[in-house]
C-alpha cells in the first residue's frame, strides 16, 4: 500500500483526500503487470498512451519504482522501428490485438519519460531511456505530412496514414517539446526535431482544414489546449467557444455530442487543460463534479449515462484514475506534472509564425 506521506500532494480539497489519494494509487498499482505493464484493467488490453498515462500518476505519487518498471516494459517491447503496436493483450508483447502503430501513442513515451526524469533526477534512467525517445520521435516524423500535421498511424501492412487528427497531432506536439527538452538537457541538438515541432504548432493554431473533422468529440475540443499549442487569448477563446456545447454542470464533459454520456478521462483532461490556461477555480469545480464517478475501490469508472442514470461502460480504468491523479497533482503544485503540462519551460522549436507573410 502507498505510503500516506507520499500521497500528500495529491490531497485536493472536495477532490481527494490523503485516504482517498493513497486508495486510488493503489488501486493503479494492482492493475499493473509483474513486467511492469499497465492494462486498462486486469484482462483488457494495454495501449501504450494510456500506459504511460498511468505511469506518470503513479511518479506523481512518489511511486516511482512502480513508473521505472512501465518505461523499462516500454523499451523491452519496441519495435525495430521506433514504434509501438496500438494494443497488446493485457500487456502481453507476445499478443498484439491491434497491429497498427499510432503516432501519438508512439509519441507519448517522450512526455512520461521527461516526467519521470523530473520527478526523480536520474539521469541513469534518461541515458538508457534516451534511444527509445528518439527512436520512437523518428518513427513519428516519417509520417508528419508537408503541412505539418502528423498522419495518425501506419497500417498493419506498413501503409501510412496521411489523414491527420487533431487531438492525436496536439498530443505529438506536446511529446516533441518534451523530447527537445531532453534533447536540450544532454547537450545534444536536433534541429530536425525544432523545426518538425514549429510546423506541427503552426498547423495546430492556424490550420484546421489540414485535420479530419472529428469536431462532436470533446477531446478535439480542448486538446489544442492540453498539448500546448494554444495559450493565452486563443486558449480561452476556445475553450469559452465549445463550453456550452460539451460541458454538463455538476457531472463533467460529454465525451462525444449530443450523447448523454460524461467520462472521468476528458473531464479529468479539461480540467487539466483549464489548469494550465491559468483558470484553477473551473478546473476544481470540474474534478469536484466527477466525484460521483469514484468507486468504492478508489479506481473512477470510465463514463455515466445521465438520460439513463446509469454508469456506463461497466469498467474502471487505470488511465481514468491517472489522469484524476495528474489533475490533482498540477494543481496542488507537482512541479514535474506542472512542467510538462504548462510548458512554459519547453522548447518551441521553429516558428514558422513568424515568417513573412504570405511565404506560408
Given at each position: 500500500m502507498t505510503s500516506p506521506e507520499r500521497t500528500e500532494r495529491l490531497v485536493l480539497p472536495g477532490v481527494l483526500t490523503a485516504g482517498?489519494?493513497?486508495?486510488?494509487?493503489?488501486?493503479?498499482?494492482?492493475?499493473?503487470?509483474?513486467?511492469?505493464?499497465?492494462?486498462?484493467?486486469?484482462?483488457?488490453?494495454?495501449?501504450?498512451?494510456?500506459?504511460?498515462?498511468?505511469a506518470m500518476a503513479l511518479d506523481a505519487a512518489g511511486e516511482h519504482d512502480r513508473a521505472g518498471a512501465a518505461y523499462r516494459w516500454l523499451a523491452r517491447h519496441q519495435l525495430p522501428d521506433g514504434s509501438w503496436y496500438a494494443a497488446y493483450a493485457d500487456g502481453d508483447a507476445a499478443a498484439p490485438t491491434d497491429r497498427a502503430r499510432e503516432t501519438n501513442f508512439c509519441a507519448y513515451v517522450a512526455v512520461g519519460v521527461w516526467h519521470h526524469y523530473l520527478s526523480t533526477g536520474d539521469d541513469a534512467f534518461l541515458d538508457r531511456m534516451w534511444p527509445v525517445v528518439v527512436a520512437a520521435v523518428e518513427f513519428v516524423l516519417r509520417l508528419q505530412q508537408p503541412g505539418g500535421q502528423v498522419g495518425w498511424k501506419q497500417e498493419p501492412d506498413g501503409t501510412p496514414v496521411t489523414d491527420a487528427l487533431l487531438t492525436g497531432s496536439s498530443s505529438v506536439y506536446q511529446a516533441?517539446?518534451?523530447?527537445?527538452?531532453?534533447?536540450?538537457?544532454?547537450?545534444?541538438?536536433?534541429?530536425?526535431?525544432?523545426?518538425a515541432v514549429g510546423w506541427l504548432?503552426?498547423?495546430?493554431?492556424?490550420?484546421?482544414?489540414?485535420?479530419?473533422?472529428?469536431?462532436?468529440?470533446?477531446?478535439?475540443?480542448?486538446?489544442?489546449?492540453?498539448?500546448?499549442?494554444?495559450?493565452?487569448?486563443?486558449?480561452?477563446?476556445?475553450?469559452?467557444?465549445?463550453?456550452?456545447?460539451?460541458?454538463?454542470?455538476?457531472?463533467?464533459?460529454?465525451?462525444?455530442?449530443?450523447?448523454?454520456?460524461?467520462?472521468?478521462?476528458?473531464?479529468?483532461?479539461?480540467?487539466?487543460?483549464?489548469?494550465?490556461?491559468g483558470e484553477?477555480?473551473?478546473?476544481?469545480?470540474?474534478?469536484?463534479?466527477?466525484?460521483?464517478?469514484?468507486?468504492?475501490?478508489?479506481?473512477?469508472?470510465?463514463?455515466?449515462?445521465?438520460?439513463?442514470?446509469?454508469?456506463?461502460?461497466?469498467?474502471?480504468?487505470?488511465?481514468t484514475a491517472g489522469s484524476l491523479l495528474l489533475a490533482v497533482a498540477a494543481l496542488g503544485g507537482d512541479d514535474a506534472t506542472a512542467q510538462v503540462f504548462q510548458g512554459e519551460e519547453l522548447p518551441l522549436g521553429l516558428d514558422p509564425d513568424c515568417c513573412e507573410p504570405g511565404v506560408i
Open positions: 482517498q489519494a493513497e486508495l486510488t494509487v493503489a488501486g493503479i498499482a494492482a492493475v499493473q503487470r509483474g513486467d511492469g505493464a499497465i492494462p486498462w484493467f486486469r484482462g483488457h488490453h494495454l495501449d501504450p498512451w494510456d500506459h504511460v498515462e498511468a516533441l517539446r518534451c523530447a527537445l527538452a531532453m534533447a536540450e538537457h544532454r547537450e545534444e541538438p536536433q534541429p530536425d526535431w525544432e523545426l504548432g503552426h498547423a495546430l493554431r492556424r490550420h484546421p482544414e489540414r485535420f479530419l473533422d472529428k469536431s462532436r468529440y470533446s477531446m478535439d475540443w480542448y486538446y489544442p489546449v492540453l498539448g500546448g499549442a494554444l495559450r493565452g487569448a486563443a486558449a480561452k477563446e476556445r475553450i469559452e467557444a465549445g463550453w456550452d456545447r460539451f460541458v454538463v454542470p455538476g457531472l463533467g464533459v460529454r465525451c462525444v455530442v449530443p450523447n448523454p454520456w460524461v467520462t472521468g478521462g476528458e473531464s479529468a483532461e479539461l480540467a487539466l487543460a483549464l489548469w494550465a490556461m484553477s477555480d473551473r478546473a476544481l469545480d470540474i474534478l469536484k463534479w466527477i466525484q460521483h464517478l469514484r468507486a468504492e475501490d478508489g479506481m473512477y469508472w470510465t463514463g455515466y449515462v445521465f438520460e439513463d442514470d446509469a454508469i456506463w461502460p461497466r469498467e474502471r480504468t487505470a488511465w
